[in-house]
């Protein structure tokens, strides 16, 4: 069941939160350093307001035409933020599914999206993983926390 964000250790999410958080991220940002963290939780409280940059991919089980996108926080060394809107039966506008390592996204963002390799990578995050640039994540490995 996703989370609201209101604080890192959330309560279940009411039905009239605009954006929710899977439990996979919410332990994720448990594991950050609080300011890493922080700018996080302001990154994802920017989504209804801010236009994320599309991210493409496919994740196993999702509709063909479902639209991920991209917010990175300002602070450099926080992940960038994956979400999507919410479907069927899901509450809430928005659903965070994931955080990519910083220098995954620039990657990413950094003309390599048509790149299957990278698509993998992508897709592996998207079921709820976290990656990493470096170590294990571009030996295909997924870093699940």
């Given at each position: 069941m996703p989370h609201s964000l209101g604080v890192v250790t959330a309560e279940q999410a009411e039905p009239q939160d605009e954006v929710l958080v899977s439990p996979d991220v919410i332990a994720k940002m448990r594991t950050l350093p609080r300011t890493v963290a922080a700018a996080v939780a302001d990154?994802?409280?920017?989504?209804?307001?801010?236009?994320?940059?599309?991210?493409?991919?496919?994740?196993?089980?999702?509709?063909?035409?479902?639209?991920?996108?991209?917010?990175?926080?300002?602070?450099?060394?926080?992940?960038?933020?994956?979400?999507?809107?919410?479907?069927?039966?899901?509450?809430?506008?928005?659903?965070?599914?994931?955080?990519?390592?910083?220098?995954?996204?620039?990657?990413?963002?950094?003309?390599?999206?048509?790149?299957?390799?990278?698509?993998?990578?992508?897709?592996a995050v998207a079921v709820g993983g976290t990656i990493s640039a470096t170590g294990d994540a571009f030996s295909g490995r997924n870093n699940r926390q």
């Open positions: 990154t994802i409280l920017r989504i209804p307001s801010s236009s994320g940059h599309p991210f493409r991919f496919e994740v196993p089980g999702d509709p063909p035409d479902t639209k991920y996108q991209a917010l990175a926080p300002k602070m450099e060394q926080a992940p960038a933020v994956i979400y999507r809107a919410t479907m069927g039966d899901e509450h809430g506008r928005w659903l965070v599914t994931a955080l990519l390592d910083r220098a995954a996204y620039n990657a990413y963002t950094g003309r390599l999206a048509d790149n299957s390799f990278v698509q993998g990578l992508a897709s």
